[in-house]
């Protein structure tokens, strides 16, 4: 591996120093389900908490980049041309009700192109990143995309219209960023979701094609309602086939 660039380093940190308030917010949520209240509110704070946190240090390291972020929208500043893009709790559900399947996600565009992204799953101490022309990479190792060729021995991720309607082997996680980064890493063999918004799959974009994968084009200068297929090289015909008009 190469190095990583000082941009990379700075989402990577930001990553895991926020992640020590979203592990512990989740050690409470278990008590909060059995309460009158719920743990609606609780999750919506952590959400804020987590992003105000990272939002600090990519600013303190990159004042004048420009921020797109799901609490707090678009923020256009100097830099127009360099954007972080930022999801605090992708899988906000499975975190509201204690299911150990969420991640926080942070990617960096440049000119129109993402050229860096990091999504980290702060349970399972999984860090998935990727950087333009240099790799993706799962804590340290190399990743690459599964080399399977029959579809029928494939594992698909999926969502939207899409979770009933398909008859090969497929799975709702209710992550996708997590869905994105199992692509990069070989563990799913494709993902297809439609109506997502930008912060749930700009950083997984990078992963999947630093991975060796193959993505449909996405509109980086829309924020919501795009759709995502993602899968191996090897199965990718074969997948677009069974999926049909998309």
């Given amino acids: 591996m190469k190095s990583i660039s000082a941009n990379l380093n700075v989402m990577i940190k930001a990553c895991e120093k926020a992640s020590k308030i979203l592990i512990r917010d989740f050690g409470e949520i278990e008590k909060l389900q059995v309460s009158k209240k719920g743990p609606t509110d609780f999750v919506t704070n952590s959400d804020l908490k987590v992003e105000k946190l ?10 004048n980049y420009s921020l797109i972020s799901e609490e707090n929208g678009i923020e256009k500043n100097k830099d127009k041309d360099n954007v972080w893009i930022l999801d605090p709790i992708d ?19 440049s000119k129109n192109e993402i050229v860096s992204g990091v999504i980290y799953d702060p349970i399972k101490d999984e860090i998935f990143f990727a950087e333009k022309d240099n790799g993706a ?6 990743m690459r995309v599964s080399s399977k060729n029959d579809i029928n021995n494939c594992l698909f991720a999926v969502g ?3 979770q009933t309607e398909l008859n090969f082997p497929n799975r709702k996680s209710g992550c996708a960023a997590l869905d994105l980064a ?4 070989g563990r799913l063999d494709g993902y297809v979701q439609d ?4 912060w749930d799959i700009a950083a997984g974009i990078i992963l999947v094609e630093e991975a ?3 993505i449909n084009k996405i509109d980086l200068n829309k924020t919501e309602k795009l759709n995502v297929i993602a899968s191996s090289v090897n199965i990718n015909d074969k997948f677009q086939e069974k999926i049909g008009n998309f």
Avoid: C
């Fill in 54 to 63: 990272i939002i600090q240090d990519l600013k303190k390291a990159k004042p």
């Fill in 91 to 109: 899988g906000t559900i499975n975190f509201l009700h204690g299911i150990p399947h969420f991640a926080i996600s942070i990617a960096l565009k």
């Fill in 137 to 142: 990479f799962l804590n340290n190792h190399r």
């Fill in 160 to 162: 939207g219209k899409f």
């Fill in 182 to 185: 199992y692509v990069a890493s």
């Fill in 195 to 198: 109506n997502l918004n930008l």
């Fill in 212 to 214: 060796g994968g193959l």
